[in-house]
């Protein structure tokens, strides 16, 4: 088995993302390698989306997703549709159904060029998220940061996309708050046993959100498409918005927006872009890596 297989370097609307193609191996990109990876300036990312091959009848690829501290996640849209993107320019197929330790996720391709991921169901039960005690309203759970009698920040909404969330509503700019301080603080939070992403969602419109978020195992990311997701949900499930919105990003260089559909039957349907940037190769023990000598050579 060689020791070193392909990867490309993408971004989901500014959400950097390593896909590496992991198949026909036995094999596994090891936390060592992803800390390695993200310690270098040119491959630094906020997710790796491992390839291997399927595990479940009925599926193209199972994706295993690290964290840029070599954590494991367990979900990621905007790295999602970087894999779908991939795996098109590869096929030609437009369709998709993959495998991830959160479930089953289905996406296809459209002709403009996005990309629809369908990011299942949305969890509220407390202990499913989940939280340390119990909550019987997740959508409204007893948190803030800040004096006692003027938080900075309160009352998040808390739910589940497969991995944990909690969205904090601010009546300003979320680019105005000094989330770099806050994030640790509340990513590591005793009321969160397995972390959680923090988001802060100012309401635009009644279909229009801007967020920013601090990602688990990750810190302060340009975008984050589970987030934007639990943002959209938590924002119709509290009546601030309708079901479809579109989210800025604030943190992203791309100011094109993310559609988010709550649809009827429950699922969470997120919509938006994925670019290409580079590839190469890398060791997936050890992360040393190359690029490929026809864009440019370089290997660390």
Not at 89 to 97: L, Q
Not at 130 to 140: G, I, N, V
Request: charged content about 20%.
């Amino acid at each position: 088995m060689s020791n070193t297989v392909e990867f490309a370097k993408m971004n989901g609307l500014g959400n950097k993302i390593l896909v590496v193609d992991m198949r026909g191996r036995t094999d596994k990109v090891t936390p060592q390698a992803a800390v390695a990876l993200n310690a270098d300036a040119a491959t630094q990312f906020d997710q790796i989306m491992a390839i291997h091959d399927p595990k479940a009848q009925g599926t193209d690829v199972y994706i295993d997703i690290l964290n840029s501290d070599g954590s494991k996640a367990q979900a990621c849209g905007n790295g999602t549709r970087c894999v779908v993107q991939a795996l098109a320019a590869e096929t030609g197929k437009k369709a998709f159904t993959f495998q991830t330790v959160a479930g089953i996720l289905n996406a296809v391709e459209h002709e403009d060029g996005t990309i629809s991921v369908d990011m299942g169901l949305p969890v509220f039960e407390w202990n499913r998220i989940p939280l340390a005690e119990e909550f019987h309203d997740t959508s409204r759970i007893e948190l803030q940061i800040g004096p006692i009698d003027n938080p900075v920040l309160h009352s998040p909404s808390a739910m589940s996309m497969g991995n944990p969330h909690a969205i904090f509503w601010v009546d300003r700019d979320p680019m105005s708050f000094d989330l770099e301080r806050f994030g640790p603080l509340l990513e590591n939070h005793p009321i969160f046993p397995e972390k959680a992403n923090i988001t802060l969602a100012q309401v635009i419109s009644d279909s229009a959100l801007r967020t920013r978020t601090w990602e688990r195992g990750a810190g302060l990311t340009l975008a984050c498409g589970s987030a934007a997701c639990a943002s959209a949900v938590s924002a119709a499930r509290t009546g601030r918005t309708g079901r479809k919105v579109t989210i800025d990003v604030a943190s992203s260089p791309i100011r094109q927006p993310l559609v988010i559909d709550w649809r009827e039957d429950d699922h969470v349907v997120m919509t938006g872009p994925a670019e290409w940037e580079w590839s190469g190769t890398l060791d997936p023990s050890t992360g040393t890596w190359s690029r490929d000598a026809e864009r440019g050579a370089e290997a660390r």
